[in-house]
């Protein structure tokens, strides 16, 4: 007999969490755990080295405190408990009092079946229990087009937001648009330039410190068709509001379309220039954080490595930014009275705390490392501790063709586009390659490779996992005319097989990686790395294809067995196991699973 129940609704990982909790409570019960004892601190997980077994906990390591033992003797009880427990083959304590688990036969025939039984709903968690999440993402200045760079923090912070929305947070997709800025100032200019050149004038070579690219043309024409010579006429004082607003609309627009072609929609775009319009908020929050003691009139040392020369000894208005953690206090004026990028910063985030988000993600390009803390000591102070920011530095991304450097855009002046790269690769191929690797890390694009149909293009390789599953089920007809083409009614199906049979150790193996799914997704939610989910498909595909090739030279392995209609069933369920988790992963990331390749 178990002596835990048997939580049929849980995936492997957590059913396996359940039973190691029971069985600590029945050490509750007998006084060998105090009552207090806290389970939270449990995990299961994949041993480090996989000859230890299939699972381990840290359950003794982390209550032999509260127990007043040593954690091997603990781990020594608690092995007693889970040797008598009806999933478990082989329980070992291994050095200072780690459990390693060896699962029997049926725990990974009741793994298939939790996949067939959830069916999309597979891998979904629980851990975000609603909580509200804000994750703003790209935020490029509206002075252009996107460019490549741009393309891998859009990428990842909409990947980020759909594993949160999966893992159960109520997310909210966020831009931040930066129209208040000198580069604002300079993006009208230049469409003013372009509003003379569609009046008929011959501007020639646009001058340095002007945006040079095409894509004005159109805002000048725009501004011509509505205003005629009238801006002409005007001081720069007067015109320049008026193409501003009018540039960095057009601007937005042409962002949302380039988002658009890569399937990223905002919920929220959020104007700089709207928290002093009217209402000045970054006032208001300065002097709240002034109220408090957090902000006070001061000198700066000059910075380190700094020349002299180049440093203004002032008094100026400071953040004490070094209370939070920070390593020098910050100015939120600049010499002329008008405020630091910084100070627009601090209001800003404050009006996602004010907005309910107390937990924020922030997805910041390579260059903005060193800003980190500050805006973390601010969200702090002006929370009271309550608010949470985890920034996200995405790295370069190196454009490359057959290993060569790509030469810049003649659209754009001097970068590449994001749409030129989408254009030619497609959508899935960008989303997938910008995730297969961790965000943190340069990244080599190559458009050539990209386009390969090898296991060393991984998004081919992952979708044509998916795609050979529903290739599979087309052949399998032969063998079982009644499986069903449509995927609940197949799924409906399938959940008869006698997975039982499914005993050899290329099948168990690619069952245990469908039972990590769920597991991998919570610890991917938790750390913010969707990376993890990319790299898992492409293991999970690996090992798909690894199987299908062992069936071609073991004729007994074969997915479709002549004669034997039950063993093809159980191995038409496995496939749809796989074919299931591919769909779901690459859903998360924004990739399309293609039922057949083309």
């Not at 997310?171 to 580069?183: K, L, M, S, W």
């Not at 197949?490 to 469908?514: H, K, T, W, Y």
Request: net charge negative; hydrophobic share 45%.
């Amino acid at each position: 007999m178990s002596t835990v129940s048997h939580p049929s609704s849980l995936h492997l990982f957590a059913d396996m969490l359940a039973r190691v909790g029971a069985a600590c409570r029945v050490l509750m019960d007998e006084g060998v755990l105090p009552k207090n004892a806290d389970l939270s601190r449990v995990v299961v997980e994949l041993p480090r080295d996989p000859s230890h077994g299939d699972m381990a906990t840290n359950a003794a390591m982390v209550l032999a405190k509260d127990a007043k033992a040593k954690p091997r003797d603990l781990a020594e009880a608690l092995a007693i408990k889970l040797r008598a427990d009806d999933l478990v083959a082989r329980v070992d304590v291994a050095g200072p009092g780690f459990i390693n688990l060896v699962l029997k036969p049926a725990a990974w025939a009741n793994a298939l079946r939790a996949v067939l039984r959830d069916a999309d709903a597979y891998g979904r968690v629980t851990i975000g229990a609603g909580e509200k999440v804000n994750v703003e993402y790209v935020s490029a200045n509206p002075t252009g087009p996107m460019h490549v760079g741009h393309c891998r923090g859009a990428v990842f912070g909409d990947a980020l937001a759909s594993l949160l929305a999966f893992a159960g947070y109520d997310v909210t997709r966020e831009y931040y648009i930066n129209d208040a800025g000198a580069q604002v100032d300079v993006l009208a200019r230049s469409a003013f330039l372009r509003y003379r050149e569609a009046l008929g004038e011959a501007i020639g070579e646009i001058p340095d410190g002007l945006y040079p690219g095409d894509y004005l043309k159109p805002v000048g024409e725009a501004l011509a068709k509505e205003h005629g010579d009238k801006l002409l006429k005007q001081q720069e004082a007067e015109w320049l509001p008026v193409v501003r607003a009018t540039a960095i609309a057009m601007m937005m627009d042409m962002i949302k379309g380039d988002l658009a072609a890569l399937n990223i929609r905002h919920d929220v775009f959020f104007s700089e220039r709207s928290l002093t319009a009217g209402e000045d908020r970054v006032s208001a929050t300065i002097a709240g954080l002034r109220a408090k003691g957090d902000v006070y009139e001061g000198r700066l040392p000059p910075p380190k490595g700094a020349p002299v020369e180049d440093y203004e000894d002032r008094e100026q208005t400071l953040f004490r930014a070094t209370a939070f953690g920070d390593d020098v206090d910050r100015p939120l004026k600049k010499s002329d009275g008008s405020y630091t990028y910084f100070a627009s910063d601090i209001a800003y985030h404050k009006t996602k705390f004010d907005r309910g988000f107390h937990n924020m993600v922030d997805v910041w390009g390579a260059d903005h490392g060193g800003y980190i803390k500050r805006v973390q000591a601010a969200i702090k102070a002006v929370t009271g501790g309550e608010g949470e920011l985890d920034v996200k530095i995405v790295q370069l991304v190196k454009l490359l063709r057959g290993g060569e450097p790509v030469k810049m855009s003649k659209r754009a002046g001097d970068f590449v586009t994001l749409r030129e790269v989408v254009d030619e690769v497609g959508s899935d191929a960008v989303r997938f390659m910008m995730l297969f690797r961790k965000n943190d890390a340069v990244l080599d694009f190559d458009l050539a490779k990209v386009l390969e149909q090898s296991k060393d293009n991984p998004v081919f390789y992952v979708q044509y996992g998916h795609a050979r599953g529903h290739s599979i089920f087309r052949n399998a007809r032969e063998v079982v005319p009644s499986l069903p083409e449509e995927a609940a009614a197949r799924i409906a199906f399938l959940r008869q097989a006698a997975v039982e049979r499914l005993d050899d150790p290329v099948e168990l193996s690619l069952i245990r990686q469908l039972a990590l799914y769920p597991r991998m997704l919570e610890a991917a939610a938790l750390a913010h790395e969707p990376h993890r989910i990319a790299f898992y498909l492409y293991d999970l595909a690996s090992e798909f294809h690894a199987l299908w090739t062992k069936g071609r030279d073991m004729p007994h392995l074969r997915f479709i067995i002549q004669n034997d209609a039950e063993i093809t069933i159980a191995r038409l369920a496995l496939v749809q196991g796989v074919v299931s988790v591919l769909a779901s992963g690459l859903a998360v990331l924004g990739v399309h699973a293609p039922d057949e390749m083309r």
